[in-house]
């Protein structure tokens, strides 16, 4: 089945750097819409940073400029290169992925992702 395998997070102080990854197989990755999620206990999940599957992407408010999100096709991956980070970006970073053939097009909302990897942990302590 589809599997989506993060790797990257840890314990970083503030403004340090991260690069998450997001491994993906038995999808046609070209193909898919994808995004980073966070969460942290007690809220709901939030996105982070979202990429269609023509290369379009866009960032919520607080990690605008901070963080970049981009993917390899070739490799199957997708990243979220995390600098100057914050206490407040403490989360668990989840990437999701959506079958999308509109190659423009941005999804922000989770019930919108079909696969979903199992999470990895950011601390960032201050």
């Known amino acids: 089945q589809v599997q989506l395998v993060e790797s990257g997070g840890g314990l970083v102080h503030t403004g340090g750097s991260l690069r998450l990854s997001c491994a993906t197989s038995?999808?046609?990755?070209?193909?898919?819409?994808m995004s980073w999620f966070r969460q942290t206990p007690g809220k709901e999940r939030e996105v982070v940073a979202t990429?269609?599957?023509?290369?379009?992407?866009d960032y919520t408010d607080f990690v605008k400029g901070r963080f970049t999100i981009s993917r390899d096709n070739a490799k199957n991956t997708l990243y979220l290169q995390m600098n100057s980070l914050k206490p407040e970006d403490t989360a668990v970073y989840y990437c999701?992925?959506?079958?999308?053939?509109?190659?423009?097009?941005?999804?922000?909302?989770?019930?919108?992702?079909?696969?979903w990897g199992q999470g990895t942990q950011v601390t960032v302590s201050s």
């Open positions: 999701a992925a959506r079958f999308s053939l509109s190659s423009g097009t941005i999804y922000y909302r989770p019930s919108e992702y079909h696969f």
């Open positions: 038995r999808l046609t990755f070209s193909t898919y819409a």
């Open positions: 990429i269609s599957s023509g290369g379009s992407t």
